[in-house]
């Protein structure tokens, strides 16, 4: 179930720029339409949707600031007239894209993100939802995401301006996230009573770490696999990987020993779990060894437990690998200066639009990507589906 992200040899690719044929974003155009835009009518030059779309195509070509924005509309204006010419007209400007993000609701609009995304990603059974929070750089913003392990889609996310909760906003989000037959995953900050106990209530399953926040629980956890009991049944599952120059060795172990869950009496555990992971680099060896707790109903066990909670462990951190970093280091939101109000999520929702809509349509190299795009913005318009609902305009 938890196979690697399609990702073909170049010469079986269909393009330079995704690794198979993508089915055009049909339904975003529309999806904006229905954000509710907090400007009054009187001297609006610019529909909302239209600003948001403007601001998606740029950042998809690399343009990631409120002038970068304006110059993209101002270079590529000749190209949207030929080939989309229902966005075309008068172009937003840096002031215009800075006043819209920095008043936006930010809350109604992550609903509606967030309730297209979901509709337009396909979840497998007992894929894995990694939970997460990241925090804005040079802001009180921290921001708690959903993140699909196999879709590499966002969700849901949702904002706090004060540290620490994250715990708060964390089971608010996953209300918004149908939560039967697939598996939470977190760290051991989400390793909390009351969040364990309502994904119990919403048939799910969750896979979180523990450590000193729950002291007596990791400690009863260590324990029983440092000491089994005469036969207590452990599942065992190893990987190696080697990459340059570095070995990774992880050996997860499994238990379901009746006895073990309860005493420990946590809300809906199925299993727990020890993993030791040991990595060697320049002949120097480091192990650290983390345990955890587990629910994994029967009807999303399809294959051996070990090895379900190994890949669940591992896909958790692709909130990391595949939005924070790509974020951060290919959209550039740890340098960015946009810090006016609600501006700063506006745009952390922009970006993880983007990074959804890349993952869903196979993008093979996002820097590759927005250069190709940047080029030939014409595949871009095909590939958010503008072409196709172009078409459906001129027939209106």
Not at 147 to 162: I, P
Not at 174 to 200: M, N, P, S
Not at 235 to 247: A, H, I, L, P, S
Not at 316 to 324: T, V, Y
């Amino acid at each position: 179930m938890y196979s690697q992200y399609i990702v073909l040899p170049r010469g079986l690719s269909y393009s330079s720029v995704f690794s198979v044929k993508p089915e055009p974003v049909m339904t975003l155009w529309y999806t904006l339409h229905t954000v509710a835009d907090h400007r009054r009518g009187q001297g609006r030059r610019h529909d909302l949707a239209t600003v948001l779309t403007l601001a998606i195509l740029a950042l998809c070509s690399g343009h990631t600031s409120y002038l970068a924005m304006q110059e993209w509309c101002v270079n590529y204006q000749q190209r949207i007239k030929e080939q989309i010419p229902f966005l075309a007209g008068h172009m937003p400007n840096s002031a215009t894209f800075y006043r819209v993000f920095a008043n936006l609701d930010v809350i109604a609009f992550e609903e509606v993100i967030g309730n297209w995304l979901q509709a337009i990603t396909p979840l497998e059974k007992g894929e894995g939802i990694g939970l997460d929070g990241k925090s804005l750089h040079g802001t009180n913003l921290h921001l708690v995401s959903a993140f699909a392990h196999l879709a590499r889609t966002v969700l849901f996310e949702q904002g706090t301006d004060t540290k620490g909760k994250e715990l708060v906003v964390g089971p608010k989000v996953l209300t918004h996230i149908t939560l039967k037959d697939h598996v939470v995953t977190g760290d051991a900050l989400f390793a909390q009573r009351t969040l364990c106990e309502q994904i119990e209530k919403a048939k799910g399953g969750y896979v979180f770490r523990v450590k000193g926040n729950q002291d007596t629980l990791e400690n009863n956890i260590r324990l029983f696999f440092t000491d089994p009991p005469f036969q207590a049944k452990i599942q065992e599952q190893t990987t190696v990987d080697r990459w340059k120059g570095v070995k990774e060795e992880r050996v997860v172990r499994v238990s379901d020993d009746p006895q073990l869950l309860s005493y420990l009496s946590w809300p809906g555990v199925t299993h727990v779990w020890e993993m030791t992971k040991t990595v060697t680099k320049d002949k120097v060896t480091t192990t650290i060894v983390s345990v955890g707790i587990s629910r994994i109903p029967v009807l999303i066990q399809e294959e051996e437990i070990a090895e379900q909670i190994s890949g669940l462990i591992r896909g958790h951190w692709g909130i990391e690998n595949r939005l924070h970093r790509q974020r951060d280091v290919v959209l550039h939101e740890d340098k960015s200066t946009i810090r006016k109000g609600h501006a700063p999520q506006t745009m952390a929702i922009l970006k993880n639009i983007v990074t959804s809509i890349f993952h869903r349509g196979t993008v093979r190299n996002f820097k590759s990507a927005m250069r190709k795009f940047a080029a030939d913005p014409e595949e871009l318009f095909h590939f958010l589906g503008l072409v196709e609902a172009q078409k459906a305009y001129v027939y209106a």
